[in-house]
T-cell receptor
């Protein structure tokens, strides 16, 4: 089944404790992206990647890192999480350079205390 | 830069009634337009998209949307709403950037409640 998977689905952590949210897709998509969803703000793009070893900042990249060492994986790294990063995070992938439909993972709800 | 406005934060309709969700966009050229649906606890799923051609596009689950360039709108419609349509709906606009990739901007969403 074609899908985007994220782990963990739920995470509660403390300020400053490094964490990684994994994202994997099995559709051989070149384009992958991370979004955060906050009430009243919709989805905002954090980082995106057009292919292996090619990443760039989205609209709200501060406090986040990403890497794309393999085509299927696009982990999101919070090296020193803060409470304002409490949010619902979505990974998405798309064929080619991202023009067209994006396929979304189920989301990761992160709480930073 | 592109932007999307969904003026209705929350809409309540009766089951069987018609539905129209509003979306206005701002972009200098012809945009790529999308409607996604997010059911509770789920990720987003594409309902329909417009790239070019016929301005009335059909999507899944009986939804349709009409692109009106003169009004910068891409409203989503359904003639008869089912209880299972209760969800949050996001309009999005995509634009091709230098390097060929797509920059997608989402609206803030409209939450649909369906009452029996």
């Amino acid at each position: 089944e074609a899908q985007v998977t994220q782990n963990p689905r739920y995470l509660i952590t403390v300020t400053g404790k490094k964490l990684t949210v994994t994202c994997s897709q099995n559709m051989n998509h070149e384009y992958m992206s991370w979004y955060r969803q906050d009430p009243g703000l919709g989805l905002r793009q954090i980082y995106y990647s057009m292919n292996v070893e090619v990443t760039d900042k989205g609209d709200v990249p501060e406090g986040y890192k990403v890497s794309r060492k393999e085509k299927r994986n696009f982990p999101l790294i919070l090296e020193s999480p803060s409470p304002n990063q409490t949010s619902l995070y979505f990974c998405a992938s798309s064929l080619g350079t991202g023009i067209g439909e994006q396929y979304f993972g189920p989301g990761t709800r992160l709480t930073v205390t | 830069a592109q932007s999307v406005t969904q003026p209705d934060i929350h809409i309540t309709v009766s089951e069987g009634a018609s539905l129209e969700l509003r979306c206005n966009y701002s972009y200098g050229a012809t945009p790529y337009l999308f409607w996604y649906v997010q059911s509770p606890g789920q990720g987003l799923q594409l309902l329909l998209k417009y790239f070019s051609g016929d301005t009335l596009v059909q999507g899944i689950k009986g939804f349709e949307a009409e692109f009106k360039r003169s009004q910068s709108s891409f409203n989503l419609r359904k003639p008869s709403v089912h209880w299972s349509d209760a969800a949050e709906y996001f309009c999005a606009v995509g634009a091709r950037r230098s390097g060929g990739y797509q920059k997608v901007t989402f609206g803030t969403g409209t939450k649909l409640q369906v009452i029996p």
